[in-house]
């Protein structure tokens, strides 16, 4: 009995992860095939690596990769500065409105940008930043999110520390860079690593943003090479939308469990 | 003595603000001014070339309760968020309790539940295309050897928000996956085996140890579902672009069409309006309500 229901749970378990990973199995299928094999399911057929080159030669990939890879570098930096200065101001500080601001910072949790789109487009455009790298990322670099999230590891570091660093005539800049920052250094790594996929595969803001395949992401580059105007078949969308994740997914596939660490460590308050 | 204290609270205070002043001013200029412009603005008419915009007061929001499109739109996605937050749920809680027990192949089990999270929307959109293409895709396929006729998933206004909901389930169920699977691994061994030796059925176990324990994760996670049942809405620019007419349009997605295709901005803003009241109240339930019943310390 026992092991019939051990049985039955991994039979499950399994049968629900295929499913799951049935979507890119048949990407990686039908990318690996020619159209009429793909859809035919003919097992048998001869493997093929045209689709890549077609989808490759068909839109201005590496620029877009390279949009991509500035855009997530761009957003982290900012988040990084803007996150920190404020994060320890409201965990180390003591200044009167502290406690209004913070709760003001906390309501950015709720609103989010995507629901602003259209004042932030307003915005955007009126500070000249209009399809470029910088207007894509500016909404998102004080995000309310990673400055709670520094907070909190703030919270965590021993006041003595602190302390010593005072006595030994540190400025507060200082005790900030030597003390807090390096101790904090986990929660950089996950914050770095949600953020960036989180960037990596934003797609709303980015498409109202740019105009121009001179600062296009890959998600909206990817959105107009597949669409159906353009008249690609499956297996062409199919090889392009692989060679668009996958860097961030193999990147997952190695850093497997530092990914999972991440999002718990960001996600659980 | 209390001058130096003096010295050191206002020294304090103009640290305070300027460490903090990068942040508001981002804050200001993406979140604080937008949120009351947009108020501002939706209570604008529409500025043509003839008649300059004046203020309505209400009317725009009048003009949108008025409007068949609005309130389809809004039970769409009132069904999206209905069925997407408890079934991802489910599911979310069904695979960390199968990643958490000894099963054969863990490792794989756990990589395939999570990574449709590290996916764009819009590669997942492409993905399911090919599953729901007409004809050539692999659903029809699939029903073709059992006889079935051709269903154009997409295509038809009963199916249409169906498929949306099942790409978003698929994208999001493998996230929540890991915060149950992290409370999961909290809960010490000693209650299943107080709870084995009192006889109590794996059944029982799961509905009155793990179960309750889980609650504030799942509070947790069900906000979030709300969250993205609004924000989630990248996968209807590939797969139906809100059609067939309307069937599968989401609020959020309306805003946009709104906003950069007909150009109607003050519609745009009072739906907003609405959805920003709508996040604000679930936030308040969450933090005065149910953030003081589940915690059990």
Not at chain 1, 234 to 255: E, G, K, W
Not at chain 2, 122 to 137: H, K, R, S, V
């Amino acid at each position: 009995m026992k092991g019939l229901i051990k049985f039955l749970d991994s039979f499950g378990a399994i049968l629900l992860a295929i499913i799951w990973i049935a979507p890119l199995l048949f990407a990686f299928w039908a990318a690996t095939h020619s159209t009429s094999d793909a859809v035919n399911l003919n097992l048998f057929s001869a493997w093929t690596l045209e689709n890549f080159r077609v989808a490759w030669s068909g839109a201005p990939w590496l620029k877009y990769f390279i949009n991509t890879f500035l855009l997530v570098t761009v957003i982290l930096i900012g988040q990084f500065i803007l996150t920190t200065l404020a994060g320890f101001a409201f965990a180390q500080l003591q200044f009167p409105g502290k406690d209004f601001v913070f709760i003001l910072v906390l309501m950015q949790l709720f609103i989010l940008p995507e629901v602003l789109i259209v004042e932030n487009y307003a915005m955007v455009s009126r500070l000249g930043l209009f399809d470029s790298t910088l207007g894509v990322g500016m909404p998102y670099m004080a995000s309310a999110f990673g400055i709670f999230l520094m907070r909190q590891s703030f919270k965590g570091v021993p006041i003595e520390l602190h302390e010593a660093a005072r006595i030994e005539g540190c400025g507060l800049l200082g005790i900030l860079w030597r003390v807090y920052v390096p101790l904090a250094k986990p929660t950089y790594l996950a914050y770095a690593l949600v953020s960036v996929s989180t960037h990596w595969n934003n797609f709303l803001w980015p498409l109202i943003v740019t105009n121009s395949p001179e600062t296009r992401p890959l998600t909206v580059g990817l959105s107009i090479f597949g669409a159906p105007e353009n008249g690609v078949d499956i297996s062409i969308i199919s090889a392009a939308t692989l060679m668009s994740v996958a860097p961030l997914l193999i990147a997952f596939l190695i850093f497997q469990r530092q990914f999972v660490q991440a999002f718990l460590r960001a996600g659980i308050k | 003595m209390s001058a130096h204290a003096n010295l050191e609270r206002r020294r304090q205070a103009i640290y305070g603000w300027l460490l903090l002043s990068p942040a508001a001013v981002l804050l200001t200029l993406f979140a604080f001014y937008p949120s009351i412009a947009t108020l501002w603005s939706s209570m604008f008419s529409r500025g043509t070339r003839r008649r300059p915009s004046e203020f309505v007061g209400t009317e725009n929001y009048a003009d949108l309760f008025a409007d068949p499109t609005f309130w389809i739109v809004v039970k769409n996605n009132l069904l999206y968020a209905g069925v997407t937050i408890p079934v991802s749920i489910f599911i979310a809680l069904s695979m960390a309790l199968w990643a958490n027990s000894k099963i054969s192949a863990r490792g794989f089990v756990r990589t395939a539940y999570f990574t449709p999270t590290v996916l764009p929307m819009i590669a997942a959109a492409n993905l399911w295309l090919f599953f729901y293409t007409p004809g050539l895709g692999v659903l029809d396929q699939i029903g073709s050897l059992f006889g079935l006729p051709s269903v154009n998933w997409l295509g038809q206004p009963e199916t249409a928000l169906w498929a949306i909901i099942i790409v978003t389930i698929w994208k999001e169920a493998g996230f929540f996956m890991i915060f149950y699977l992290a409370a999961l691994q909290t809960i010490p061994e000693d209650l299943k085996e107080a709870a084995d030796i009192e006889g109590a059925s794996r059944w029982t176990y799961t509905r009155r140890i793990v179960l309750p324990l889980l609650m504030p994760t799942t509070l947790f996670i069900a906000v979030n579902a709300m969250i993205n049942s609004v924000k989630l809405i990248d996968h209807l620019f590939i797969l139906t672009k809100g059609g067939p007419s309307d069937a599968s349009k989401l609020i959020l997605y309306y805003i946009w069409e709104m906003a950069f295709a007909f150009f109607d901005a003050p519609s745009a803003a009072a739906m907003t309006i609405m959805v920003i009241v709508v996040l604000g109240i679930v936030a308040a339930i969450q933090f005065f309500y149910l953030d003081k019943r589940t915690h059990y310390q």
